[in-house]
Each structure stands twice: as structure tokens, then as C-alpha cells.
């Protein structure tokens, strides 16, 4: 079965720092382009950033609120996918999903549960 | 960056009816849309890409038109298990931008 799953989300200080990681099942993850999207209390779906597949050499691109903050990376001998998240402020609290795109530019058709990220002090 | 703006935010709906949403995207994305059903506590699910290509297992009743600047999704007649938010998604240039969503609710 194709499946995403997260972990790593929890309770951190503003100014900290947080990994997430994503474990890709029932595929190869080399062979995707592989998103983080997140969804903050009571807003809507936001994207956070990519990763390109292998043949593209894993090029990445963030939105600008994570920019310079956030660094996607994957390790696709393990099948997983990650999300270093530095600098955290209290607008990062969320729920965070790692996503499968189908194929380039169409969708995004297999998402994890999500993991939850929140920043407080 | 790109700005789609859903309408309407918020719809009331019963069963059997058929409902329509509507997605204009600040600049022309060609077909590169994506639609999203969106349940509380639960991961998205693809319903739509390519603006109109239904994606595999999801129901007929589902269906997706436009193109450019002005995209439409359809619910020939709703279903109970269809009450959720939906979203649209460019996928046509970077930052990629979802839209506010559209909660169905029932009446």
C-alpha cells in the first residue's frame, strides 16, 4: 500500500528548531516530487515547499513566509523525506502534511496524517 | 505570486443538490489546477487535476471545468459523505498557492 507518514512534530519555544521527517511506503520516493504543506488552527491549506525527483537533482522551492528559515531535504536510500525547520515563530504552529505529487504539475495524490507543530512559550 | 480567491466561502447545501464552486486565479495558470476535499482531522484528498481530470477512484459526481483564469468544481448531487471543505490548488508556477476553501455544509 502507498503511504506517507510523519513524525517529529511537538511543543517548541520560539527561536527553536524542529525536524520532520516523512517515511515514504509502496513506492520509490526518487521517482516524485515531494511537497511539505501545512495547516495552521483554524486557516486554510497552505504550501510550504518542495523537493524535485532525483533526474531534477532534487531541486527545492519554499514559500516566502519559510524562506531562509526552513530547509527540505530527502534521503531516498531510506525512502523519507524531511523538513528542518529553524527560526520558528508562533505563526509556524500547525499541522504539517508531506504529500506525493502524481506527476509533474498535476496533483498531489497521497498525503500522510499530518504532524503537529506548535510554538509557544 | 498567483492568488486564487474561491467563492463561495461558505455554502449550505442538502442532499441530492448540486453545488458549485468557483476558483479565479489572479494571472492565467493554462489547466495546472488541482482540487482538494478536505475533512476535519483527516489528510486532503486529490479529487481533481489537470483542472479536469478526475482522479482514479473518486466519483463520477465530481467534476472539474475551465481553464486560463477561471475554474469551476461540481458536485452533480451531493452526497452526506461530501460535506467538507474543498480547496483549489495552482500548480502552474512557484510559490504553488492554494485557495481560501469552500466549507459545504448541511442545511
Known amino acids: 500500500e502507498v503511504q506517507l507518514a510523519e513524525s517529529g512534530g511537538g511543543l517548541v519555544q520560539p527561536g527553536g528548531s524542529l525536524r520532520l521527517s516523512c517515511v515514504a511506503s509502496?513506492?520509490?520516493?526518487?521517482?516524485?516530487?515531494m511537497d511539505w504543506v501545512r495547516q495552521a488552527p483554524g486557516k486554510g491549506l497552505e504550501w510550504v515547499g518542495r523537493?524535485?525527483?532525483?533526474?531534477?537533482?532534487?531541486?527545492?522551492e519554499y514559500a516566502a513566509s519559510v524562506k531562509g528559515r526552513f530547509t527540505i531535504s530527502r534521503d531516498d536510500s531510506k525512502n523519507s523525506f524531511y523538513l528542518q525547520m529553524n527560526s520558528l515563530e508562533t505563526e509556524d504552529t500547525a499541522v504539517y502534511y508531506c504529500t506525493r505529487e502524481t506527476a509533474v504539475g498535476r496533483g498531489s495524490d497521497v498525503w500522510g496524517q499530518g504532524t503537529k507543530v506548535t510554538v509557544s512559550s | 505570486d498567483i492568488q486564487l480567491t474561491q467563492s463561495p466561502s461558505f455554502l449550505s447545501a442538502s442532499v441530492g443538490d448540486r453545488v458549485t464552486i468557483t476558483c479565479r486565479a489572479s494571472q492565467g495558470i493554462s489547466s495546472f489546477l488541482a482540487w482538494y476535499q478536505h475533512k476535519p482531522g483527516k489528510a486532503p484528498k486529490l479529487l481533481i487535476y489537470?483542472?479536469?481530470t478526475l482522479q482514479s477512484g473518486v466519483p463520477s459526481r465530481f467534476s472539474g471545468s475551465g481553464s486560463g483564469t477561471e475554474f469551476t468544481l461540481t458536485i452533480s448531487s451531493l452526497q452526506p459523505e461530501d460535506f467538507a471543505t474543498y480547496y483549489c490548488?495552482?500548480?502552474?508556477?512557484?510559490?504553488?498557492?492554494f485557495g481560501g476553501g469552500t466549507k459545504v455544509e448541511i442545511k
Open positions: 509502496g513506492f520509490t520516493l526518487s521517482d516524485h516530487y
Open positions: 489537470s483542472a479536469s
Open positions: 523537493s524535485r525527483k532525483k533526474v531534477n537533482s532534487y531541486g527545492t
Open positions: 490548488q495552482q500548480r502552474n508556477s512557484y510559490p504553488l498557492t
